[in-house]
């Protein structure tokens, strides 16, 4: 696992080898194997100097996470983390030069070991990265790396390493000051070498234990970096769910203050509070764990030969259509853009593009890549071209008897093994798939806007849709490099379903009279991306309306009134206030891309007397999302994992929370119910809890793993 040897000119070196897992991490194993390694450098006489550093293409990634998702305690995150700073401080302080020949990316821990040593070599290596990505699972660098960092290079410029994750490339990290030197892969335990034998005896002392040192451009009590770490301070959002970067903030003003061993004492115990946080618990969980199995397609039909898929149809070259042919383009795919004219889908076909081309603008790609790119693209009105292809997406109007139309047509001219998919956003597949002659190969594929940029695709199981189809469309969604979740049929599917509660909401609290500020404050301050009213603006109110109207339609007298109903149809219908895209919704916009709250909104929905708290708004937005969350795994139309995952990466729900399922766990299941009984009391049956939530309430046990039990068993009988 960590090899150790010393050559006959007195240099020991001790190499990270962790062949039975896939990187080079820190755990309560190889931590050992180091320190004994270290010791037996440090007691050895004979030694004059240590090489740290590792076989494979990394040089050590951080923390093992299948320990850390373990941590119980304060306590036992302090003790395997304090075994780690007491061994760093113990090689820096030994007498004995330690110089890290990094090979290849050091992140997390790994960084920490390279700060800890006294010298810094990098092999040139253009896919290496170095940073402190904790703070992105809710803690910080425990072994020092708030202290080492901000000594070495200074407060202010360690700040955002520390409090974004900010993962940089060899020759920044040079710039940086995070390494002293960079050298060709080949030369770099030469280069290690030949360091330590012409190292002095000063070199086995680092800056921050010589008489007199001073932290770099300030220490934490200087103005101007007070200044800067009260700036960071207004900068972090939702602090309530995030505590990580205020620790942070704190160990490096406060260690900075006083000595190196009192900074990593601050340090140590910061960690051991954020290591048991609900929001540690619920990163590690969902944006590692369950992301990580998902696009692993763990929910991907067995017994299927994985399908690699060459060529692409694309049925209508709108905002949607143009950016599916964009990403299988990028994908490597050749793809046929269809409209129905010509000059309309070459349109389509210049949308498609368009994102390239600012990326050859910004030197993200040079214009041969883009030229090859665009060349895999052929824009056409005729659907014979669709002859050999191996998946078509349509992606025109939410129009049934247009997507019956195209369907047809495009059926008529395909391999009899093609996949067919439709991009709908609210229309029930199986009833789209009743325009089609092989049912079995009809499937939902759910992208969201903008294409390229947003990573996850709903793929959608309609009535008929074969387990094969399934497979197959899993396939090709990963082939797109983007995440796919399983989901049931209904109307709204899972997304628009459990999303649209937030902007629901929202306009149901304006029509209670509350504050719209406060209505957009509560959201922001929850952890979602922006107030529901803006997010309804944003959306096209005009479309909410539509769609309102369509399920009025659709329903007849099932329909059942909505309180947001009269909101959309005086905003949309009355006022005519559609939303960003006219300059007027809920908010008036300038020409510079500023906008206020609309003035108006009192006139026709007053200012109630007696205003809600913020916390009872909050809730309101919040638990809202995570009910109808939970109606759809009782009904079966999403597992956990994929809820959580889905809501996180479909429309930004705060991963702090765990995903809008976990947001349950989080609060407590016994909690959580009580809060949306009185909320039903008070606001309506919208609140009901499901039947789920009140048997495992009544049983004690865990939300989290029946619920995915029971979807595993309803997808089995679906099949």
């Given at each position: ?707 995915e039990v029971q979807h595993n068993e309803t997808q089995q009988e679906a099949s």
């Open positions: 696992m960590i090899d150790y040897r010393v050559d006959a000119e007195g240099i020991a070196t001790i190499v990270f080898d962790m062949c039975e897992r896939p990187m080079n991490v820190l755990n309560r194993a190889s931590i050992a194997q180091f320190e004994e390694n270290v010791e037996r450098a440090v007691q050895n006489p004979q030694v004059r100097g240590v090489i740290v550093t590792a076989t494979r293409s990394d040089f050590v990634v951080g923390a093992d996470l299948d320990e850390l998702r373990d941590v119980q305690s304060e306590e036992q995150a302090m003790a395997a983390a304090g075994q780690l700073a007491r061994l760093l401080r113990r090689m820096e302080t030994s007498g004995k030069p330690f110089v890290a020949a990094i090979n290849g990316t050091a992140l997390g821990g790994g960084l920490e070991i390279c700060l800890a040593c006294h010298h810094r070599i990098a092999a040139d290596v253009p896919k290496a990265k170095f940073g402190f990505p904790e703070v992105t699972l809710g803690i910080l660098p425990g072994a020092g790396g708030t202290q080492r960092l901000p000594r070495l290079i200074g407060i202010v410029k360690a700040l955002p390493f520390l409090l974004e994750g900010r993962q940089i490339d060899v020759d920044a990290a040079k710039a940086a000051g995070l390494v002293d030197e960079v050298v060709p892969p080949s030369e770099l335990q030469a280069s290690a070498k030949q360091w330590l034998l012409g190292a002095h005896p000063e070199a086995a002392v680092q800056s921050w234990d010589r008489a007199g040192y001073a932290v770099a451009s300030g220490n934490g009590l200087d103005d101007a970096v007070c200044q800067a770490v009260e700036a960071a301070r207004t900068r972090i959002r939702a602090p309530r769910l995030h505590p990580a970067p205020k620790e942070i903030l704190d160990c490096v003003q406060q260690g900075c203050s006083v000595s190196i061993d009192a900074g990593l004492s601050l340090e140590l115990q910061a960690l051991g509070r954020l290591a048991v946080s609900s929001t540690a618990k619920n990163l590690i969980r969902t944006t590692f764990y369950a992301i990580k199995e998902t696009n692993a397609l763990v929910g991907r039909p067995q017994g299927h030969d994985r399908r690699i898929f060459r060529k692409l149809g694309v049925l209508g070259g709108g905002m949607m259509g143009a950016g599916i042919a964009h990403v299988g383009a990028v994908a490597g795919m050749a793809v046929v853009l269809i409209d129905t004219s010509a000059e309309l889908a070459e349109a389509g076909k210049a949308r498609a593009v368009a994102p390239l081309a600012k990326q050859v603008a910004a030197g993200r790609m040079s214009a041969q890549e883009m030229a090859v790119v665009v060349g895999r693209i052929t824009a056409t009105d005729d659907f014979s071209q669709l002859s050999d292809v191996d998946m078509v997406i349509e992606a025109v109007f939410e129009d049934r008897a247009i997507k019956a139309d195209v369907t047809r047509r495009a059926e008529a001219v395909l391999p009899v093994d093609a996949v067919y998919a439709s991009n709908t956003t609210t229309l029930p597949i199986s009833g789209l798939a009743k325009a089609s002659s092989r049912p079995t190969q009809f499937v939902g594929l759910h992208f969201f806007s903008p294409v390229e940029r947003m990573p996850l695709v709903e793929v959608i199981r309609g009535h008929e849709t074969s387990d094969q189809t399934i497979a197959q469309a899993m396939d090709f969604v990963k082939q797109l490099r983007k995440t796919p979740i399983l989901v049931e049929d209904g109307r709204g599917f899972y997304t628009s379903r459990v999303f649209g509660t937030y902007i629901h909401e929202g306009m149901a609290l304006l029509a209670e009279g509350v504050d719209p500020a406060c209505i957009e404050r509560a959201g922001v301050d929850a952890g979602m991306p922006v107030g529901p009213l803006a997010l309804s603006d944003e959306l096209s109110i005009g479309l909410l309306n539509k769609i309102m109207r369509q399920t009025q339609e659709d329903l007849g007298d099932d329909y059942v009134e909505q309180p947001d109903d009269a909101v959309l149809i005086t905003m949309s219908e009355t006022l005519g206030r559609q939303g960003r895209k006219n300059g007027a919704g809920f908010y008036d916009y300038q020409s510079t891309g500023a906008k206020t709250l609309w003035p108006g909104l009192s006139d026709h929905f007053p200012l109630s007397v007696t205003q809600l708290s913020d916390e009872e708004v909050r809730q309101r937005l919040m638990f809202i999302q995570s009910i109808e969350a939970a109606r759809c795994l009782e009904e079966g139309i999403v597992g956990m994992r994929d809820a959580d995952v889905g809501s996180i990466l479909g429309w930004s729900f705060p991963a702090a929370l765990g995903g809008v399922v976990g947001q349950i766990d989080t609060v407590g299941l016994k909690q959580f119910v009580s809060t949306c009984d009185e909320f039903e009391r008070r606001v309506g049956p919208r609140y009901a809890s499901p039947r789920l939530l009140r048997d495992r309430l009544a049983a004690g046990e865990p939300l989290r793993v029946v619920s």
